[in-house]
């Protein structure tokens, strides 16, 4: 009974003087795990952390989870974790004879290992693997074997065997290790500790022998709940809503309390792990999912439940560990100290005079509580509202609102100066013309003033007043000089400035822009400024400020804390005189809406990123796992990106930005707090993904690359390009081959039609020139015919003239001399007449030459017309007209013409041929027609033939004798020369003449 209540007490005190605050944060299948069951809980080597639930397996990286299930087994169900995470090699039970591996951050179904089977037989007895306080809910009686590295333990309900992995030795102990089919051992640095409740001590065992034992209490409650993990060497006691940590150290098993929760029902608890390096612990629920604890470096106090609201505004250090307020209150770390009672007080102003008297504002009265008097006693000065307020060694510096007599509520400022330190005689005032909100000292002869409209520099010596924000407006809500002597301008809405040489210069924002609200600048002595808003606290360096300040290009990274790290509340309070302070033990304090901020800066942990990791995708929604190469399809319409960090602080604090290169205007973008990057219609080739991620305080980045590589196209590969471009070549080339080809062609056509034309048109000029000279012989043969006709007309002519002149003139009208004149007209008129006729005949030819079409026509048929002409005279003269021509012969020769000719011929061979015959055949030569006309008459002399011959052959040039010859075979020749036909006189044998005509048969062009 003595030792319970001693117990008892030591926990009470351990639980009051070293439990820590913490943040919890829930998290169940409503926010991202796929069960609501942890049955355990590991970190690996990369610095995930790592959860077996009844659906599935759980990756956490602090932000994200991300759940592996639809194993190829036949639950997904999973309990312990085992193995050796320091060799990348996790595994989690499955299916008998398989598990799953957690290797290199990712799960997949593997063999279990050989010396951790789930189950196993020895000695017909059967045993399952235990390593960690996983319980296997059996009424049957179960067995247990343990794993360590220089050997294995076998636990049974009274006996406990080692078996030595090197010797195969075995040590038995007669020990109850089990109770209700739960082992009563844990394991801690290679050790087995027995849980012996009747001898109410933990006994340790060593390779199967005890070496030690240890009264610990605390294990011995009925309500104690132990939760270990051999895997993790990790011993958690969980008693009364109390966690301890249970280590091995120095020969001794020590517990040390951990934190308390409150309002927390326990029993529900099945596995735990602490990470100290981000000083979170992780509890699974059976029922309740896991929670995170985070224990933090900042304590929140509020009032006494007695009091109002914990909004707290203005606060001044009271000791070297605690702060007053405005009500007279007064605070440490550990909550309520005192109460000094001041009433009525303003919330909004609070400080301390030369004498340690603190100064209040009520109303419109000051109100100074006498230290001497431990802050009871108060002297009042009536009818000044102090906003700010200063001293020094010879005078009281006061800033004072004044309500303007004007339509509107409105304030202007006075600067006053007191002589000796007190409010009692005014030295100098001057006039703000804004309402003021802040005063502090620039220099020995300025001060700076802030306003609601303006920052002013005010000289003390000249009274002038100098606007420093030209015609922007600013409301100054805190003006804070830092150690360096730079003074800082803390704005409403504008965030804060640096004044540099009477030039107010804009610091940047956050990436969330709560800096625009920042309240005031607490520096530690790190050369950090740490800076409350109205969403966080901020912690920054002042030197990133300065080197901003000079260089735009520059980067200033603020750090983030927010609820999680232990307010409650992420609203600091500003737009007091002090809003915030600094303690002499290095604690800064800080008023929220609810809550006071004690934290010591040099102790507060800063968390950055170690690894970044770039293995995942999602390519249009199907996971897709790569080392350093990513393949992708010109298909893809997105791809996802996943950029995994395991980070387990602010995921505000986490930098990360990315870039793809080979795409036109890249540049660093920021990545979000789901850790993906988003690529869509990228083309095909090798891309480079670069990420970058800040590691350090200091602006120290690594980066991740990874090559994307998206296979063109066939059409779009070099080889492709290098044959079409072959292809094109080959295609111009034989373009241009067959243009020159084309071209030589046309050249040839038109060369061809040039000379065809040239031939055509030379032809022409030929024929031209033919014509011509068959022109000129016509016209001059006519000129000769005609010439010769008139010349033998004349004679007739003027016979008849001088016969007839004669006759009249001698008047001698005998009738034998009548009778010789008038056979002698008679005789000269049928001459002209015969002339006259002839003549006509050859005009009509000559004109139906010119004007006929030449036509394809029978010869027979046109000398059969003949024929039928001259029958009657024939038959007269006991002639025969023998037509042998052959019937089906054809000819081009002119109709006109040749009828004309052969009418001719006809005529003369019938008129001269008597009791004969006149034939007419044909012969071909060549292209010519040999048409023979042979009579059996009395024929033509010699001279006529010579005559003809010659005069065919001379004909322009050989005088015509008409009159001796007549007109018809005259006429037949210079037709004959028109159809450039021939004619050959041939006198018979026996008797008669022969006509050998010699025609061209051939169409006329």
Same mark, same amino acid.
């Given at each position: 009974?003595?030792?319970?209540?001693?117990?008892?007490?030591?926990?009470?005190?351990?639980?009051?003087?070293?439990?820590?605050?913490?943040?919890?944060?829930?998290?169940?299948?409503?926010?991202?795990?796929?069960?609501?069951?942890?049955?355990?809980?590991?970190?690996?080597?990369?610095?995930?952390?790592?959860?077996?639930?009844?659906?599935?397996?759980?990756?956490?990286?602090?932000?994200?989870?991300?759940?592996?299930?639809?194993?190829?087994?036949?639950?997904?169900?999973?309990?312990?974790?085992?193995?050796?995470?320091?060799?990348?090699?996790?595994?989690?039970?499955?299916?008998?004879?398989?598990?799953?591996?957690?290797?290199?951050?990712?799960?997949?179904? @593997?063999?279990?290992?050989?010396?951790?089977?789930?189950?196993?037989?020895?000695?017909?007895?059967?045993?399952?693997?235990?390593?960690?306080?996983?319980?296997?809910?059996?009424?049957?009686?179960?067995?247990?074997?343990?794993?360590?590295?220089?050997?294995?333990?076998?636990?049974?309900?009274?006996?406990?065997?080692?078996?030595?992995?090197?010797?195969?030795?075995?040590?038995?102990?007669?020990?109850?290790?089990?109770?209700?089919?739960?082992?009563?051992?844990?394991?801690?640095?290679?050790?087995?500790?027995?849980?012996?409740?009747?001898?109410?001590?933990?006994?340790?065992?060593?390779?199967?022998?005890?070496?030690?034992?240890?009264?610990?209490?605390?294990?011995?409650?009925?309500?104690?709940?132990?939760?270990?993990?051999?895997?993790?060497?990790?011993?958690?006691?969980?008693?009364?809503?109390?966690?301890?940590?249970?280590?091995?150290?120095?020969?001794?098993?020590?517990?040390?309390?951990?934190?308390?929760?409150?309002?927390?029902?326990?029993?529900?608890?099945?596995?735990?792990?602490?990470?100290?390096?981000?000083?979170?612990?992780?509890?699974?629920?059976?029922?309740?999912?896991?929670?995170?604890?985070?224990?933090?470096?900042?304590?929140?106090?509020?009032?006494?439940?007695?009091?109002?609201?914990?909004?707290?505004?203005?606060?001044?250090?009271?000791?070297?560990?605690?702060?007053?307020?405005?009500?007279?209150?007064?605070?440490?770390?550990?909550?309520?100290?005192?109460?000094?009672?001041?009433?009525?007080?303003?919330?909004?102003?609070?400080?301390?005079?030369?004498?340690?008297?603190?100064?209040?504002?009520?109303?419109?009265?000051?109100?100074?509580?006498?230290?001497?008097?431990?802050?009871?006693?108060?002297?009042?000065?009536?009818?000044?509202?102090?906003?700010?307020?200063?001293?020094?060694?010879?005078?009281?510096?006061?800033?004072?609102?004044?309500?303007?007599?004007?339509?509107?509520?409105?304030?202007?400022?006075?600067?006053?100066?007191?002589?000796?330190?007190?409010?009692?005689?005014?030295?100098?005032?001057?006039?703000?013309?804004?309402?003021?909100?802040?005063?502090?000292?620039?220099?020995?002869?300025?001060?700076?003033?802030?306003?609601?409209?303006?920052?002013?520099?005010?000289?003390?010596?000249?009274?002038?007043?100098?606007?420093?924000?030209?015609?922007?407006?600013?409301?100054?809500?805190?003006?804070?000089?830092?150690?360096?002597?730079?003074?800082?301008?803390?704005?409403?809405?504008?965030?804060?400035?640096?004044?540099?040489?009477?030039?107010?210069?804009?610091?940047?924002?956050?990436?969330?822009?709560?800096?625009?609200?920042?309240?005031?600048?607490?520096?530690?002595?790190?050369?950090?400024?740490?800076?409350?808003?109205?969403?966080?606290?901020?912690?920054?360096?002042?030197?990133?400020?300065?080197?901003?300040?000079?260089?735009?290009?520059?980067?200033?990274?603020?750090?983030?804390?927010?609820?999680?790290?232990?307010?409650?509340?992420?609203?600091?309070?500003?737009?007091?005189?002090?809003?915030?302070?600094?303690?002499?033990?290095?604690?800064?304090?800080?008023?929220?809406?609810?809550?006071?901020?004690?934290?010591?800066?040099?102790?507060?942990?800063?968390?950055?990123?170690?690894?970044?990791?770039? @293995?995942?995708?999602?390519?249009?929604?199907?996971?897709?796992?790569?080392?350093?190469?990513?393949?992708?399809?010109?298909?893809?319409?997105?791809?996802?990106?996943?950029?995994?960090?395991?980070?387990?602080?602010?995921?505000?604090?986490?930098?990360?930005?990315?870039?793809?290169?080979?795409?036109?205007?890249?540049?660093?973008?920021?990545?979000?707090?789901?850790?993906?990057?988003?690529?869509?219609?990228?083309?095909?080739?090798?891309?480079?993904?670069?990420?970058?991620?800040?590691?350090?305080?200091?602006?120290?980045?690594?980066?991740?690359?990874?090559?994307?590589?998206?296979?063109?196209?066939?059409?779009?590969?070099?080889?492709?390009?290098?044959?079409?471009?072959?292809?094109?070549?080959?295609?111009?080339?034989?373009?241009?081959?067959?243009?020159?080809?084309?071209?030589?062609?046309?050249?040839?056509?038109?060369?061809?039609?040039?000379?065809?034309?040239?031939?055509?048109?030379?032809?022409?000029?030929?024929?031209?020139?033919?014509?011509?000279?068959?022109?000129?012989?016509?016209?001059?043969?006519?000129?000769?015919?005609?010439?010769?006709?008139?010349?033998?007309?004349?004679?007739?002519?003027?016979?008849?003239?001088?016969?007839?002149?004669?006759?009249?003139?001698?008047?001698?009208?005998?009738?034998?001399?009548?009778?010789?004149?008038?056979?002698?007209?008679?005789?000269?008129?049928?001459?002209?007449?015969?002339?006259?006729?002839?003549?006509?005949?050859?005009?009509?030819?000559?004109?139906?030459?010119?004007?006929?079409?030449?036509?394809?026509?029978?010869?027979?048929?046109?000398?059969?017309?003949?024929?039928?002409?001259?029958?009657?005279?024939?038959?007269?003269?006991?002639?025969?007209?023998?037509?042998?021509?052959?019937?089906?012969?054809?000819?081009?020769?002119?109709?006109?013409?040749?009828?004309?000719?052969?009418?001719?011929?006809?005529?003369?061979?019938?008129?001269?041929?008597?009791?004969?015959?006149?034939?007419?055949?044909?012969?071909?030569?060549?292209?010519?027609?040999?048409?023979?006309?042979?009579?059996?008459?009395?024929?033509?002399?010699?001279?006529?033939?010579?005559?003809?011959?010659?005069?065919?052959?001379?004909?322009?040039?050989?005088?015509?004798?008409?009159?001796?010859?007549?007109?018809?075979?005259?006429?037949?020749?210079?037709?004959?020369?028109?159809?450039?036909?021939?004619?050959?006189?041939?006198?018979?044998?026996?008797?008669?003449?022969?006509?050998?005509?010699?025609?061209?048969?051939?169409?006329?062009?």
């Amino acid at each position: 009974m003595k030792r319970t209540i001693l117990f008892l007490c030591f926990l009470f005190f351990f639980f009051t003087t070293y439990s820590q605050k913490y943040n919890i944060q829930l998290y169940n299948t409503d926010n991202g795990l796929p069960q609501n069951s942890v049955k355990d809980i590991i970190k690996d080597r990369y610095g995930f952390i790592w959860l077996t639930t009844e659906n599935g397996i759980v990756r956490y990286d602090g932000t994200n989870f991300l759940v592996y299930k639809n194993f190829p087994l036949a639950s997904q169900r999973f309990t312990y974790f085992y193995g050796y995470p320091e060799k990348d090699s996790i595994y989690t039970t499955g299916d008998f004879e398989k598990a799953v591996l957690i290797h290199s951050k990712f799960a997949k179904v @593997e063999k279990p290992l050989k010396n951790f089977s789930t189950f196993l037989i020895k000695n017909n007895s059967h045993y399952l693997l235990y390593c960690s306080n996983f319980s296997y809910a059996s009424s049957t009686p179960i067995n247990f074997y343990m794993n360590f590295k220089q050997g294995r333990y076998y636990l049974k309900e009274n006996s406990l065997t080692y078996v030595d992995s090197q010797s195969k030795s075995e040590e038995n102990l007669k020990i109850k290790t089990l109770y209700n089919n739960t082992p009563r051992v844990f394991a801690i640095n290679e050790m087995l500790f027995y849980v012996d409740f009747q001898a109410k001590k933990i006994i340790k065992i060593e390779k199967g022998k005890i070496t030690g034992s240890y009264h610990l209490p605390s294990f011995m409650s009925a309500k104690t709940k132990i939760l270990w993990s051999q895997v993790n060497n990790q011993v958690f006691i969980l008693n009364k809503n109390t966690i301890y940590t249970c280590n091995y150290e120095k020969e001794e098993l020590k517990i040390s309390s951990l934190l308390h929760l409150n309002k927390v029902k326990d029993e529900n608890f099945i596995s735990a792990y602490y990470d100290k390096s981000y000083k979170k612990f992780y509890l699974g629920s059976s029922i309740d999912g896991l929670q995170i604890i985070s224990l933090t470096d900042f304590t929140t106090v509020t009032r006494p439940p007695s009091k109002p609201e914990s909004n707290f505004y203005s606060i001044l250090p009271f000791n070297s560990s605690s702060v007053i307020t405005p009500f007279g209150e007064i605070y440490n770390r550990k909550g309520f100290v005192d109460d000094k009672k001041f009433k009525n007080a303003n919330p909004f102003f609070l400080t301390y005079d030369h004498s340690g008297n603190i100064i209040t504002q009520k109303a419109n009265d000051i109100i100074i509580y006498q230290k001497a008097s431990f802050y009871k006693n108060t002297v009042s000065i009536k009818k000044l509202l102090l906003k700010d307020f200063f001293f020094d060694q010879n005078n009281y510096y006061a800033l004072f609102s004044e309500l303007k007599i004007n339509k509107h509520p409105e304030y202007k400022g006075i600067l006053t100066i007191y002589k000796n330190q007190s409010f009692k005689y005014s030295r100098k005032k001057i006039f703000i013309n804004n309402e003021p909100t802040k005063l502090i000292k620039f220099n020995q002869n300025q001060v700076l003033v802030g306003t609601a409209k303006a920052l002013y520099k005010v000289s003390l010596e000249t009274n002038k007043i100098y606007n420093l924000t030209g015609k922007s407006e600013l409301f100054i809500r805190n003006i804070v000089q830092s150690k360096d002597g730079n003074f800082w301008i803390m704005t409403l809405g504008k965030g804060f400035y640096l004044l540099k040489n009477d030039r107010l210069i804009k610091m940047p924002y956050d990436k969330n822009n709560n800096i625009s609200s920042s309240h005031t600048i607490l520096e530690d002595t790190n050369g950090f400024f740490w800076i409350p808003t109205n969403n966080g606290l901020y912690r920054v360096s002042e030197r990133q400020l300065l080197q901003y300040a000079q260089n735009k290009k520059s980067k200033v990274y603020y750090y983030r804390f927010s609820k999680d790290s232990g307010f409650n509340t992420n609203e600091f309070n500003g737009g007091t005189n002090i809003c915030g302070g600094r303690l002499e033990n290095g604690e800064f304090v800080l008023p929220s809406l609810n809550g006071l901020i004690f934290f010591n800066p040099l102790k507060v942990n800063i968390y950055y990123p170690e690894n970044i990791y770039i @293995e995942r995708a999602e390519i249009d929604n199907k996971p897709q796992y790569f080392k350093e190469n990513l393949y992708l399809k010109q298909e893809s319409n997105r791809v996802d990106i996943f950029i995994d960090v395991p980070y387990y602080s602010n995921p505000d604090n986490l930098v990360i930005e990315a870039k793809l290169s080979g795409t036109p205007n890249a540049k660093w973008e920021p990545i979000g707090k789901d850790g993906k990057f988003s690529i869509s219609n990228l083309g095909y080739g090798n891309h480079t993904f670069v990420v970058k991620m800040l590691v350090s305080n200091k602006g120290k980045f690594i980066y991740k690359k990874v090559n994307i590589i998206i296979p063109p196209y066939f059409y779009q590969t070099l080889w492709f390009k290098i044959f079409t471009f072959i292809i094109i070549l080959f295609l111009i080339y034989f373009l241009i081959r067959w243009r020159i080809h084309f071209l030589k062609m046309k050249n040839h056509e038109l060369e061809e039609i040039v000379n065809s034309r040239t031939k055509s048109l030379s032809d022409t000029v030929e024929k031209l020139e033919i014509t011509k000279t068959k022109l000129h012989k016509e016209i001059e043969q006519q000129k000769k015919l005609i010439g010769t006709i008139s010349h033998d007309i004349t004679t007739p002519v003027k016979f008849i003239a001088m016969t007839t002149k004669e006759v009249l003139d001698k008047n001698d009208f005998n009738e034998q001399r009548i009778k010789k004149i008038l056979n002698s007209v008679y005789k000269s008129s049928d001459q002209l007449y015969n002339f006259t006729i002839t003549l006509k005949e050859y005009a009509d030819i000559y004109s139906h030459y010119r004007s006929d079409k030449t036509e394809l026509y029978s010869l027979y048929q046109l000398i059969e017309e003949k024929k039928i002409l001259f029958n009657e005279i024939a038959e007269n003269n006991n002639t025969v007209i023998n037509n042998n021509v052959d019937p089906s012969l054809l000819t081009w020769i002119s109709k006109n013409i040749l009828s004309a000719i052969i009418h001719n011929l006809i005529d003369n061979s019938v008129k001269y041929t008597e009791n004969g015959s006149v034939t007419i055949e044909n012969t071909l030569e060549g292209e010519n027609i040999i048409l023979l006309i042979t009579d059996t008459g009395i024929g033509m002399d010699e001279k006529k033939i010579e005559y003809y011959t010659r005069l065919q052959d001379n004909i322009e040039n050989e005088k015509l004798l008409l009159q001796k010859y007549g007109m018809g075979l005259h006429l037949v020749l210079q037709l004959l020369q028109m159809i450039q036909g021939k004619i050959v006189f041939t006198k018979n044998k026996l008797q008669g003449t022969s006509f050998k005509l010699i025609l061209k048969n051939k169409k006329d062009d």
